[in-house]
């Protein structure tokens, strides 16, 4: 994990000729650090509480439950969140609005957080979001549950792009606009085995792999292009649609890969973006996206070639400008950089957190 946690989370730099300084290979799992490290140095930060709308409580909750991912004492794997909950409660401005005003992030799903039993399938969970506690708070979090997450709030998975001024987001959104891209579309990722999403991807690595119109970056265990980030925007950055097939849980990283390249995203899930990240994409999904569905959920049934080749070139010019009108607000920026000029994902949703507190503590 340590060279994933350099450069306060954003990881180590990559050194090629095609990129500038503002290139890292940041995991995927690390939107919590980033976070903090943006928080720290952000212009809205005070260090007089009596001013202060929110607060934030820097708690890595996914690199805990990394490190406790194996532990099979249920006690042992929440000792951390338990204790964190009753810290919480002694501060005096916990007590002011009794945790409403507070803000935790997690770089992991909320899935990893949600474990409701002691008895049971067990894949690792510990109990944080479940905690009465923290329930009264608002969560960030890169996938929040679809169904039972009303103080989560989706925040985009990281990517690699970290820039420092407004100026270097201009110079890439140019450098996208003007990309050929000679396939039709692509598709990354490996093949799900027993799970219910193992169907739509075993699909789509066939249809890819039956079309010339189709790049397929097939990943393998081990040693896989997939894990090289020049690889995977190369994919990208050729291709004019990229597919977003649900892997262990809706949301992926390459979602946001996808966006950063220019390549318009096609979904398979409504909850893989539509009712994750409303803070940030458009309300109106077909501005930037194709979402691609049957009745009785059979992918097979759906020639993706076919679906996308009937989309005109002058519609597919105004998504793509869309998705990469996107680009700002969904990149974390360097945590060093003072003068930025634009908003980025800390700052949409520092906007939107206070916002959403204040209305919540008013109707209170």
Same mark, same amino acid.
Do not use: E, K
């Given at each position: 994990m340590c060279p994933h946690v350099e450069n306060h989370g954003l990881g180590r730099p990559?050194?090629?000729?095609?990129?500038?300084?503002?290139?890292?290979?940041t995991h995927q799992f690390i939107a919590e650090m980033i976070f903090h490290a943006r928080m720290e140095n952000h212009?809205?930060?005070?260090?007089?509480p009596n001013h202060a709308n929110l607060f934030?409580? +820097?708690? #890595?909750?996914?690199?805990h439950a990394s490190s406790k991912f194996r532990e099979s004492n249920h006690t042992a794997r929440d000792e951390l969140a338990v204790s964190l909950v009753g810290y919480l409660q002694r501060q005096h401005w916990w007590q002011r609005h009794r945790g409403k005003d507070h803000f935790l992030v997690l770089g992991r799903t909320s899935w990893d957080f949600m474990r409701t039993t002691n008895t049971g399938y067990d894949f690792g969970a510990n109990c944080l979001l479940m905690l009465p506690t923290v329930q009264n708070m608002s969560v960030l979090t890169v996938e929040r549950h679809p169904w039972n997450g009303s103080?989560?709030?989706?925040?985009?998975? +990281?990517? #690699?792009f970290h820039p420092s001024t407004s100026d270097q987001i201009v110079a890439w959104q140019n450098k996208m606009r003007q990309s050929e891209r000679p396939y039709l579309f692509s598709f990354i990722g490996a093949p799900r085995r027993g799970v219910d999403k193992a169907a739509i991807r075993d699909e789509l690595i066939k249809q890819c792999g039956d079309s010339i119109k189709c790049m397929l970056l097939k990943c393998e265990n081990g040693a896989s292009k997939c894990h090289e980030p020049l690889e995977v925007l190369k994919v990208m950055t050729e291709s004019q649609f990229?597919?977003?097939a649900p892997g262990?849980?809706?949301?992926?990283?390459?979602?946001?890969?996808?966006?950063l390249s220019g390549c318009i995203p096609v979904f398979f899930s409504p909850h893989t973006a539509y009712t994750q990240y409303g803070w940030f994409l458009p309300a109106n999904p077909n501005d930037y996206s194709v979402y691609i569905f049957d009745n009785n959920g059979n992918t097979s049934s759906i020639n993706i070639e076919k679906r996308l080749s009937g989309i005109s070139t002058k519609r597919v010019q105004q998504m793509r400008s869309a998705v990469i009108d996107l680009i700002p607000k969904l990149t974390y920026a360097h945590p060093n950089a003072t003068h930025l000029g634009f908003q980025d994902a800390v700052d949409v949703s520092i906007a939107a957190l206070v916002k959403h507190v204040n209305s919540k503590i008013r109707i209170n």
């Open positions: 990559l050194i090629t000729s095609s990129f500038s300084t503002n290139w890292f290979a212009p809205c930060r005070t260090w007089d934030y409580v +820097p708690f #890595y909750g996914g690199l103080n989560q709030h989706g925040i985009p998975y +990281p990517s #690699y990229c597919l977003q262990d849980s809706f949301t992926r990283r390459s979602t946001f890969d996808s966006i």
